[in-house]
Structure formats: C-alpha cells, structure tokens
C-alpha cells in the first residue's frame, strides 16, 4: 500500500476516514462532510449508537451530495487523550473498514483539534504509522482467494495542513519495515524458516549497513556452547549464532547496547515431546529471535545514532537417535554445568551461551533478551502483557516506559534466592527447571547465571508474539511484539 501526504481537501472518489470527537463534536472535515451532505452524516450519527468514544466506528455509504464511496466515522475521544498510540490507533482503524471494501484509495483526514497531547503533523505521521501496520497481511501461500476476500486498497493519502508530517513518517516508516520483516519470518512455516534460512534473512541487513556475522556448528564447539549446541543435535538442520551489529553511534568503538532473542524455529519440545494438539504453533517459537532481527532493521533504516548489537541463537528442537536426553549433562560455554531435566526447556539452554557470548564479546552497557519462554507467563498474564524479569532497577523502568510509549506493555515479576534454589541438581551445577510453581521466575533465575555484572533484562513474550484477534494496528497472526519496544529504548536512552 502507498502513503502519500496531501494538502487538506474533500476527495472526489474513493473513501474518506474523519475523526470525530467525544459526545459527537464533529472535526473540521466532518462538519464539512455533513454541510455538503445536507447534513446528512449528523443524521447517520444521531440514527446510531455511535457517539466519537476512542475506536468507536460507522460507514456511511455514498452519502448524498458527496463524490465518496464512503465515509468512515472514527471516535477519537477526547482531544487531550490523544496522543501517538491514539493516533496509530485512529489510522489503523480507519483502514482495517475499508481494507477490503472494494475501493482501492482511501484519505485519511487530519484535522487540527485543540488541545492534543501531540502536533498535528505527529498526529498525522502516526495515523500513518498505524494504517500502515494495520496493511500487513501475510498472505503468500493463498492461490485460490476470492478477490472479494483480497485487500483492495492500494493507495492511502493522509490529508494534513501540517508541513513536518512527511518528514516525521520517515523514521516510523522505517520501524515498519522491521515489524514487518519480524511478522513474515515469525508467519513462515518452519519448512521454509529454519536456522541457516532465517541466518540468511539477517545477512540481508548488509544492504543497511550492518555488520552481520554467522557462526555455525563448527565454531560454536571451539567455543564451548554445548548448551545451545545440546539443544539442536537432534535436528538434521544446523544450529546457527548470528551476530548483527548497527554502528550509528559517533564512536564507533563505545559500547554498545545488546539485544539477545531465542530462536526456536521449530519445538517439538525433543524427546520430552509435546501433544500434537497445536504443535503447529511451534513455528513461532522463533519469536523473540524475530523481534531482534526487526529491530536492529528498523533501527540501521532510521540510521539510529547509537552502537547495537543484536545477538540470536537459531536452533530446531527436534526428537530423533541423536537427540538430547533427559538427564543428560552439558557443558555451557561459561564452563557451568547444567543437567536437561527436560528437553522442552530448551530455549533458556540457547540463550544461555548466547548470553555468556555476547557478555564476553562485547562488553555491552546493558542486555535484554527476549524469548516466547513459557507457558507459565501465559497463565499469568494472559495476551496483554510480557513478563519482565532484571537484576537492575533502572533498566526494568526504563523497559517499562518504552513498552507503555509503545503499546507493548510489560509486567515486572520478582525474582530471588528462594526461586533459586529450585534449579539446585544433585549432578551438576544446575537444572534446566525447577518445581511447577513460578516456571517464568525460575527460567528467568537460569537466565540470570549467564550475565554476570551487566544490567540485564530478559522479557518472555510467550503470550504477546502471536495474536488470536485483530486490532486496530495489528491483524490476527504475528504481532512483532518488540521490535517498536527496543526501537524506543534505544532512541530514548542510548542514541548520541
């Protein structure tokens, strides 16, 4: 879908989405809407239940005295409440009535309204941020779908007095494109997406300017990482580490940020193998690995002013006369011990090395890692939001304000001894689990023996990666869930 930017005008064909406010104050261009249609748009809504409450919606078919095929009516609430999540929200609803409607160009109306919390050229680049997510579909394996059933928009103009609005799209049309790239690789079955095709994805980044680097089995042995290298003998797919690294800041030699992302690309949970009922939702389990490779994409597309290194272990899971056993004992690359309880807890054995690598390699300001980690984050958390685990104060409160900027929220768990002392093993130096009880907190208590004295976060996205509904920025199905979280970190806190 193409986004352009228009002076403010009634169009004479295609839809037309206007806000209208709380208590239905109609916008500018929904006054002049209702004057040409003889005020028949006040007549629709004082007809309906539609009142200008935030995503509140109604379509107005050809409406008299119009050249439009529609007007769609978006609540936006009240105008000190609108802010860029709103806007986002305002511009991706709009879109999601019309996206398959038959018509194929849509404006997006953009009024200055009194009293928002931002300008309106942001208002107008966020609505366009949104609309934009909104479009995402994958769609590639369909060949028999009725072209009523098909997106039939393919241009969307953003109708906006406010000269700086093309200019502040740029950077978020940048953050697009990672979302994007993180929602196809995490939406493509793991025939498709395995550890040496996804290793490929992220060599494409070289076009952007990072640097990315790819180390197979054969070298992660020289360096020790039999926890992750345990975790993929099963499969006939070679593991993979890749190492991409943005250097935006002036020094290019100051330390940089780091990023760490499981990558499960598939998980048949090995020989401790999961039930068949919804196995074919494994192919995600690459998700945070996903969410890190989108962000370092939208972060070298926006040529952020700061050093990142983003770090993904690429593994399959697989059951096989190779696999990983339960109880057996490998040597991580810190030369701690672990004992495999259970092969399904693999994904803190691929972070672990990757941790422990980065750690050492880059000497980072600080590490978050995300993964789709466990089950028990789901139980307790649901869909709305990702677990958040820190051995450092500042760091977790920062995370937390990004994500709340963002619409990624994050929920911090405790951590502590007592969890600790579950993952005492009578063979090694630790198990891969402990007891039923806090599994997100004693998986996240493993995680925290691989990083020392660097300020870490991990985030367990297991309830956030996939989406079972649509919204108003996000259609059913990969949600990226922390590409946008990590971008406005970096860009709050660590650019020059």
Request: net charge neutral.
């Amino acid at each position: 879908m193409k986004i352009s930017f228009a002076k403010p005008h009634l169009p004479d064909q295609g839809a037309i989405v206007v806000g209208v406010l709380e208590n239905k104050v109609f916008t500018p261009t929904a006054q002049a809407l209702d004057d040409l249609s003889g005020g028949g748009i006040k007549r629709a809504v004082d007809a309906s239940k539609f009142t200008g409450k935030k995503d509140q919606v109604l379509t107005i078919l050809a409406p008299a005295g119009t050249k439009v095929s529609r007007v769609v009516l978006v609540g936006l609430g009240k105008a000190d409440s609108i802010d860029a999540q709103a806007a986002q929200s305002f511009g991706g609803t709009g879109l999601a009535q019309v996206l398959s409607s038959g018509d194929s160009q849509v404006a997006v109306a953009i009024d200055a309204v009194p009293g928002l919390k931002i300008s309106e050229a942001d208002f107008a680049a966020n609505a366009a941020f949104g609309a934009l997510l909104r479009s995402y579909r994958f769609d590639k394996y369909f060949t028999k779908e009725k072209k009523e059933d098909k997106p039939s928009v393919k241009k969307l103009a953003v109708l906006t007095a406010a000269p700086g609005a093309k200019t502040a799209f740029a950077p978020l049309e940048a953050i697009a494109e990672g979302v994007f790239l993180t929602r196809d690789v995490v939406s493509e079955p793991a025939n498709v997406i395995y550890p040496e095709s996804l290793a490929a994805q992220c060599k494409t980044l070289t076009e952007l300017g990072v640097e990315v680097e790819i180390l197979g089995e054969k070298q992660m042995k020289k360096l020790g990482m039999g926890s992750l290298l345990g975790v993929g003998q099963g499969s006939d797919r070679e593991s993979q580490l890749v190492v991409m690294r943005w250097l935006g800041a002036k020094d290019k030699d100051a330390q940089p940020v780091a990023f760490i992302g499981k990558g499960v690309c598939f998980d048949t949970g090995g020989i401790s193998i999961k039930p068949a009922g919804g196995m074919e939702d494994m192919k995600w389990d690459m998700a945070g690995a996903g969410a890190v490779i989108g962000a370092i994409k939208a972060l070298a597309g926006r040529k952020a002013k700061a050093n990142v290194v983003g770090v993904v272990g690429l593994v399959e899971n697989m059951p096989s006369g190779n696999a990983q056993r339960p109880g057996d004992v490998v040597t991580s690359m810190s030369g701690q011990t672990i004992e495999v309880i259970n092969t399904d807890a693999e994904g803190r054995l691929v972070l672990a090395d990757a941790l422990w690598y980065t750690k050492e390699t880059y000497k980072p300001k600080i590490m978050v890692d995300l993964a789709t980690l466990t089950g028990a984050i789901i139980i307790s958390l649901g869909g709305e939001h990702a677990g958040l685990f820190s051995n450092d104060d500042k760091l977790a409160d920062k995370l937390t304000k990004a994500g709340t900027a963002v619409g990624e929220s994050l929920w911090r768990l405790p951590m502590g001894d007592a969890y600790d002392k579950q993952l005492k093993s009578d063979i090694a130096d630790m198990k891969n689990v402990g007891g039923r009880e806090g599994g997100s907190i004693t998986a996240a208590q493993f995680l925290k023996r691989f990083v020392g004295d660097v300020a870490w976060a991990h985030l367990d996205i297991a309830g956030t990666a996939w989406s079972k509904k649509d919204t108003a920025t996000c259609a059913k199905g990969a949600t990226a869930f922390g590409v946008r979280l990590l971008d406005r970190l970096v860009a709050d806190h660590y650019e020059d």
